[in-house]
């Protein structure tokens, strides 16, 4: 089981950057791929992008490709969702989730029924 807190999430005009933070608990994060998701008012939960537990393979969404990076610390417990150049359409709830699986090394077919832990999320708000 583990435990995800998001934090750093909050408004922002657009061209504008925000750094979001994912703190986990549990001794099997390290094991563990990451997922970044966001959830737009009247639409479905998409992903964002992914990493795998080494940190050495990662998936972004065609859509935030080249202006969104995720990396993870093990030793900190964290995972980071560095979001530059952010568009009005960025504007969601971000959620992180942790694998349900341990060390899984390729995360480019990954989805949400994969993910077993969630976080409570944190909003984004991108204005024009």
């Known amino acids: 089981q583990v435990v995800l807190v998001e934090s750093g999430g909050g408004l922002v005009q657009a061209g504008g950057s925000l750094s979001l933070s994912c703190a986990a608990s549990?001794?099997?994060?390290?094991?563990?791929?990451m997922g970044w998701f966001r959830q737009a008012p009247g639409k479905e939960r998409e992903i964002v992008a992914a990493?795998?537990?080494?940190?050495?393979?990662?998936y972004y969404a065609q859509s935030v490709k080249g202006r969104f990076t995720i990396s993870r610390d093990n030793a900190k417990n964290t995972v980071l969702l560095q979001m530059n150049t952010l568009k009005p359409e960025d504007t969601a709830i971000y959620y992180c989730?942790?694998?349900?699986?341990?060390?899984?090394?390729?995360?480019?077919?990954?989805?949400?029924?994969?993910?077993?832990?969630w976080g409570q999320g944190t909003q984004v708000t991108v204005s024009s």
């Open positions: 549990g001794r099997t994060f390290s094991w563990r791929a």
């Open positions: 990493i795998n537990w080494r940190g050495d393979n990662t």
């Open positions: 989730a942790a694998d349900q699986m341990v060390t899984r090394t390729v995360v480019s077919t990954l989805g949400q029924a994969d993910f077993g832990s």
